[in-house]
């Protein structure tokens, strides 16, 4: 089974700051998730990556597949970016898709 | 935008009675998952369920849970005698690729 480890579990900084949230994990695997999760409860997927990097609007995500560890980035910080930022990697590891998730990394952006 | 859609939003129940959780998954979505989370703890694995038959699955997932594709689209969850630590909310999530979660179901066991 794999494990993920977040880092940090909670981060408050200042709107326009610089963002990174860390992710590691046990079992090497396909494809690694970062999600949002909105107060209310609501989980929406951000990215989905293999290697590499992605990039979609103010968001960066990175990967090394060597080194079992992935960063979330976020630039110019806003405070609608506050919420729980998660990695999730599949839970058996390989070519399995059921997600183990992260405990999540509580963002809090003060304007 | 096709989105998941999951039923009852909130459903309260005692102790030892049988409850089922509702999924409209994505139309042409074919994988489905169903995850739960303890209110303040992480989101858990549960279930996966792939060409009408389970595909994978944790732990959790023991002889008191069920999923099934009755009408070719609903995605339901049973628990069969539910016990005060199912209380949680349970998200079903659906995909081609990445996946798509529901709004969940919050559940109550008094």
């Known amino acids: 089974k794999n494990e993920v480890e977040q880092s940090p579990q909670n981060l408050t900084a200042q709107e326009g700051e610089f963002i990174t949230i860390n992710c590691s994990y046990s079992v090497g695997i396909s494809a690694l998730h970062w999600l949002q999760q909105h107060p209310g409860g609501g989980i929406v997927s951000l990215f989905m990556l293999s290697s590499g990097k992605k990039k979609h609007g103010r968001l960066i995500a990175t990967i090394n597949i060597q080194e079992k560890h992935s960063s979330l980035h976020i630039t110019a910080s806003h405070p609608r970016d506050s919420a729980v930022y998660i990695c999730a990697v599949p839970y058996s590891g390989g070519g399995a898709d059921g997600l183990t998730f992260g405990k999540g990394t509580h963002l809090i952006i003060q304007p | 935008e096709p989105e998941v859609t999951q039923t009852p939003s909130h459903q309260v129940t005692q102790m030892g009675q049988e409850v089922i959780l509702r999924c409209v998954p994505i139309s042409n979505h074919l994988y489905f998952y169903w995850y739960r989370q303890i209110l303040g703890q992480k989101v858990e694995f549960l279930v996966s369920?792939?060409?009408?038959?389970?595909?994978?699955k944790s732990e959790i997932f023991d002889d008191q849970f069920s999923v099934e594709r009755p009408d070719g689209s609903n995605f339901t969850l049973k628990i069969r005698s539910t016990k005060l630590e199912d209380s949680a909310m349970y998200f079903c999530?659906?995909?081609?690729?990445?996946?798509?979660f529901g709004p969940g179901t919050r559940l109550t066991v008094t």
């Open positions: 999530a659906t995909r081609v690729y990445e996946q798509y």
């Open positions: 369920f792939y060409n009408n038959e389970i595909s994978e």
